[in-house]
């Protein structure tokens, strides 16, 4: 592949703290971490200085929305890639809800190659399960997993996956190559036209509840079909109490489930509904401050394995509106290590090896990401951020490399700032700026 | 005041100052003048995403007997049923010069983002969102309860008011409770579990399936409209079965205290929520409100522009 034609074949990160431990310089040779040397002794072309920032493995975010082919007013492969380079990543999986679907050999291999020529991080196509998302027929699975985009994950995102029966046939299915089932749980009749978490709030406000029972009866189904047929299954974006719950009880009886949360469902509630600006509408829903609580819980007890952003772009005038025309969905990509930082790290709910594993490790083992979190040792591939864990910076959606501009985070201090990140040996983010 | 979008917008200070505006206002104009040159110059549009026709005349007569211009800006036949955002029809009307606009939207919150967004810079006044509120139609409702109930001045204090009817809907029962509640009245929201919204416990009321119970303690009793195809999502089995439950008839009108009053926002499903017998009684005051309704909307909109002249 090309950049690895164009990787220097020697780089120093002097002074870096691997997952903010002792200091050390990080030696990268062909792509490789060839040694953690004492601080001040490693040589090479290229010396970045690293002086005490953070070293964790390149984050893998298991559930981005690219939006090409299709809406490529929105984002596209190439914003899309440059996003998730600044905000630290060095792959990111691809939701299939695009247009064209990808329910084909041929569009996740247009993804995965789109991927590939933006050169910053690897795009893992994620494949429909059901073609067209429809729900009623299952889509090629073992086409786009033999495919060049060697898909394992396959989802319905943004739609559930809602027939007991296909779930069940797709959760079999995927086990001949390995692959996993990442389901957005929802009932949809429990959801019809629903807008906000369903509570108190939404009674007040007169919109139409997302009521949590319609997440957490989807989840319960799901592990248990997971647990008959020997499946493994992964939850996406789960934001309620209860089924953090089901989650952790299914984890208890062996149940092969992985779970993941979104940054803003650590950070946000439904009060910003009051509000109705709609750069807050987002499925599933804020959820209240008790979910929040229990999601921090599940996410530090290892119940929810995985931090993925979940980040979608949204062209302005599908935000510009009125609540109820609005789209669902956030951006995420440039904030979710600090918002992980902010509502994690600096609680103390995990050190910097447990924001490792759940931004890198968990996602890149789940997605069978080969080359992917495999964390800042010697022989690892070097795909590694270097974080300065004592800078904040103020969030302003003009200046996000996204195309779109649906920031919840608007005017919002965050703490830790993304310095540098290599991926397999190449600097792609120098200094915050994306390297040239 | 620099918008009204919720009743809980107004405190009861607030609230009792439209309500004496309005009171002073529709004795002047019924007594000699029919308009007051107060809003000349002014420009007031009414903006309706949503069919309403009484609502846009009981506005539009309030500007106009204020002397206020008015521009009609209806969903249909104009540019908004093209499917106009409501940003590109605020902006437009911000280009007409609109000092305030009267907005009345399908989507619950629509007015509140009006006012919010940075499209326009003048009073929005919401005429009804989606399920969310209807704050002129609470004041209505409160004038109207004052003047038969309280002698036409101060608050509410323990007024016992009951709500029947689909809760879970109606903009109408949001705003009510939250503004009687404010001038000291008891609510009772009276409907079957399915027509009553989550967290409804949490509101400033009490809450009943039980409409006979109310009744007998009731020194007003507001039926909301409930339609018939609610039950063709399981909120009700059938019309019948509602109306023998909740709808008010002669004999629950026989239940009520000799001086209680029977209300509605209109319009009625006669045979429904209310049997035509006591729609036509004489202790249902649905004209009155109907009347009152343009004396409180010319309160609003005076106290939102009239002392304001040559402000921005
Ligand atoms: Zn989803």
Known sequence: MSHEATAPETVVLRGARPYGEDQVDIVVRDGVIAELAPPGTGSAAVVV????????????????????????????????????????????????????????AGVVEQVWRLGQEAGLVDVFPVGAVTVGLGGTQLAELGAMA???????????????????????????????????????????????????????????????????????????????????????????????????DIIRWAKARGI?????????????????????????????????????????????????????????????????????????????????????????????????????????????????????????????????????????????????????????????????????????????????ELAS | MRHLLSAADLDAEAAILVLDTAAELAAVTDRSVKKLPTLRGRTVVNLFFEDSTRTRISFEMAAKRLSADVINFAAKGSSVSKGESLKDTALTLEAMGADAVVIRHHASGAPHRLATAGW???????????????????????????????????????????????????????????????LGADVTLVAPPTLLPTGVHEWPCRVSYDIDEALPSSDAVMMLRVQAERMHDAYFPSAREYSRAYGLDR??????????????????????????????????????QVTNGVSVRMAVLYLLLGGSTGEK
């Open chain 1, 146 to 244: 033999g495919s060049a985009a060697r898909v394992r994950v396959f989802s319905d995102d943004g739609k559930c996956v809602h027939d007991a029966v296909l779930m069940r046939r797709a959760l079999e299915y995927v086990k001949a190559f390995d692959g996993v089932i990442a389901q957005h749980a929802q009932e949809p009749r429990l959801t019809e036209d629903a807008q906000m978490n369903e509570g108190v709030l939404s009674g007040v406000l007169g919109l139409t509840g997302w009521p949590a029972v319609a997440e957490e009866s989807v989840i319960a189904r799901d592990v248990l079909l997971a647990h008959h047929v020997g499946s493994r299954l992964h939850v996406c974006h789960v934001s309620t109490a209860g089924s953090v």
């Open chain 2, 251 to 288: 004999d629950r009108l026989g239940a009520l205290p000799d001086h209680a009053i029977v209300m509605h926002p209109g319009p009625m499903n006669r045979g429904m929520e209310i049997s035509a017998e006591v729609a036509d009684s004489d202790r249902a005051v649905m004209v009155e």
């Open chain 2, 120 to 182: 326009i810079a003048g009073a929005v006044v919401n005429a009804g969102d989606g399920t969310h509120e209807h704050p002129t139609q609470a004041l209505l409702d409160a004038f109207t309860l004052r003047r038969h109930l309280r002698g036409g001045t101060g608050g509410l204090d323990g007024l016992r008011v009951t709500i029947v009817g689909d809760v879970l809907h109606s903009r109408v029962a949001r705003s009510n409770v939250l503004l009687l509640a404010t």
């Open chain 1, 49 to 104: 200085d690293a002086d005490g920032l953070v070293a964790l493995p390149g984050l893998v975010d298991l559930h981005t929305h690219l939006r090409e082919p299709g809406r490529e007013d929105a984002e596209t492969v190439e914003t899309g890639s440059r996003a998730a380079a600044l905000g630290g990543y060095t792959a990111v999986f691809a939701m299939a809800n695009t247009l064209p679907v990808a329910d084909t």
């Open chain 1, 256 to 432: 092969e489930v992985t779970a993941e949360v979104t940054p803003h469902h650590l950070l946000l509630t439904e009060d910003l509904v009051r509000s109705y600006d709609p750069v807050y509408k987002v499925n599933p829903p804020l959820r209240t401050s008790a979910d929040v609580e229990a999601l921090w819980e599940g996410l530090a007890d290892g119940t929810i394995d995985v931090v993925a952003t979940d980040h979608a772009p949204h062209a302005l005038e599908d935000k510009d509106c009125e609540w109820g025309a609005a789209a669902f969905g956030m951006l995420g990509l440039q904030t979710a290590l600090s918002v992980v930082v902010q509502t994690m790290l600096l609680t103390g709910r995990l050190d910097w090896r447990g924001v490792a594993d759940r931004m890198s490790v968990a996602p890149a083992r789940i997605g069978r990401a080969h080359g992917h979190g495999a964390g800042v040792q010697r022989g690892a591939t070097a795909s590694i951020v270097l974080v300065d864990p004592e800078a904040t910076w103020v969030v302003d959606p003009e200046g996000l490399a996204s195309k779109s501009r649906n920031s919840p985070y608007r005017g919002m201090e965050l703490p830790a700032q993304v310095r540098h990140v290599l991926r397999a040996g190449r600097i792609t983010v120098r200094d915050g």
